[in-house]
């Protein structure tokens, strides 16, 4: 019983290291301040490796007193070569001795740092010169490139690769004027980009997204799109986020129960188009298809139902959709897909437990799919709720049928199976 009390504990002790489990509000405390303390060590990584690589550099451009280093460096050794080579003994160092050399070895090391920083201050100023003018092009050929490209749709984004070539190119040609040893700065600067990309990825990744966007067009300021679990329309789209008006739906928990405005603005990062799914519209085709279900008991006249429904959206949708499903035909024509698309509402047929469903499909704008829903759902109720089809078209209502069986499980009124 012991041993196993004992592998018991064992197990629940190794549990930590692997995914966290939470039991109730302490164990998901627990997991909260265990997932903040991995957060807060991740961060302190990042910027350990950017101080690391900072520093390097730093040192690299200022350059190390090693000049004077390996003077102190060489008298000390040969002072010592000396005295052991004469056989008379080694003094001791007193304490004073100790202390007024260490602060002699700081004076030197900081009069070595500021030898090596005027030494450095003639190709810093050409390195400052030099990003002065990469940025006076780059704001340049920003502006002329939105003058000559005006409003087309991709122009932001092909200034700013511009923009970013400039400051590659001038950056490039600083790190070759300030560097001694292109070598170690090129490693230095990796070391940089390297450590920055890590501590910066969300940020990259919705640049990424946003160039993206700018060039395959996925959604622009206006479209209705759904981007994972945000549904709405595009209010603004910025170099890192997109913010859009929400829009409810039964599926999305809110005051508003179908697609329509909220009030409410959402912000989400542009790096969602490389991990998600977006779903647009209102792009290339403002139109969607929208169903209305009628059910309608089984014994009710099914031919006279779907031709008095068939009639009924005709009148209300019909005269909105031939155009649309026109361009809609010529859509999927041009890009080779089925090309049969009805101009008029069609009815379909479908089987519940104890009823039966009538579908109206219908082309609607994507924007307006509540109002005509609601027009066609009124149309429809007041027309069935007329005295002229109430022997045609029964409505449904709950059912519940009891049965009675038998000893041996069969109703009474079944009949008898001979037995052999």
């Known amino acids: 019983m012991r041993l196993s009390q004992f ?10 290291h692997g995914r966290l489990r939470a039991r109730g509000p302490v164990g998901r405390r627990a997991v909260a301040s265990v997932q903040q303390a991995r957060a807060r060590l991740g961060v302190f990584r990042k910027a350990s490796i950017v101080a690391v690589a900072l520093t390097s550099m730093l040192l690299l451009v200022l350059g190390s ?13 040969t002072e010592d070569t000396s005295a052991s080579a004469s056989g008379e003994p080694v003094r001791q160092v007193q304490p004073k001795e100790v202390a007024r050399e260490a602060g002699a070895e700081a004076e030197r090391t900081a009069q070595g740092l500021r030898q090596g920083f005027f030494n450095a201050l003639p190709k810093l100023t050409v390195v400052l010169g030099t990003l002065l003018l990469t940025w006076l092009l780059a704001r340049g050929l ?111 928990p809110g005051a508003v129960q179908a697609e329509q405005p909220t009030g409410r603005l959402i912000t989400f990062p542009n790096s969602e188009v490389l991990t ?16 209305l279900v009628v059910p309608v008991a089984n014994e009710s006249d099914l031919r006279y139902a779907l031709d008095l429904l ?39 047929v479908s089987l519940a437990e104890s009823w039966t469903n009538i579908s109206i499909r219908y082309l609607v704008h994507a924007r307006q799919r509540r109002k005509w829903k609601s027009l066609l759902a009124e149309r429809v109720m007041v027309e069935l709720n007329q005295p002229a089809h109430a022997g045609h078209i029964i409505p449904v209502l709950p059912r519940q049928q009891v049965q009675f069986l038998g000893a041996d499980g069969r109703p009474p009124d079944a009949p008898m199976m001979r037995r052999p």
Not at 65 to 77: F, H, K, L, V, Y
Not at 317 to 337: N, S
Request: glycine letters at 10%.
């Open 310 to 348: 068939r009639r009924l959206a005709l009148e209300v949708v019909g005269a909105d959709m031939a155009g649309p499903a026109h361009q809609y035909e010529a859509l999927l024509r041009k890009a080779r897909l089925e090309g049969a698309v009805a101009d008029a509402p069609e009815v379909f």
């Open 65 to 77: 007193p090693e000049d004077a280093r390996a003077q102190d460096g060489g008298a000390s050794t």
């Open 142 to 252: 920003r502006a002329l490139l939105r003058r000559v490209l005006g409003r087309w749709a991709r122009a932001d984004a092909s200034a700013a690769l511009v923009s970013i070539g400039v400051w590659l190119l001038g950056t490039g040609i600083a790190v070759s004027v300030l560097a001694g040893d292109i070598r170690a700065m090129l490693g230095s600067v990796g070391l940089v980009g390297l450590a920055l990309s890590w501590a910066l990825q969300t940020p990259i990744e919705s640049f990424t997204g946003w160039l993206l966007n700018s060039f395959q067009a996925y959604y622009r300021v206006g479209d209705r799109v759904q981007v994972g679990e945000v549904f709405g329309d595009v209010y603004a789209i910025d170099f890192l986020s997109t913010t859009v008006w929400e829009l409810g739906g039964p599926e999305r």
């Open 276 to 291: 998600g799914t977006v779903v647009n519209l209102t792009r290339d085709f403002p139109y969607v298809w929208d169903e």
């Open 7 to 16: 592998q018991t504990s064992r197990r629940r002790v190794r549990r930590p």
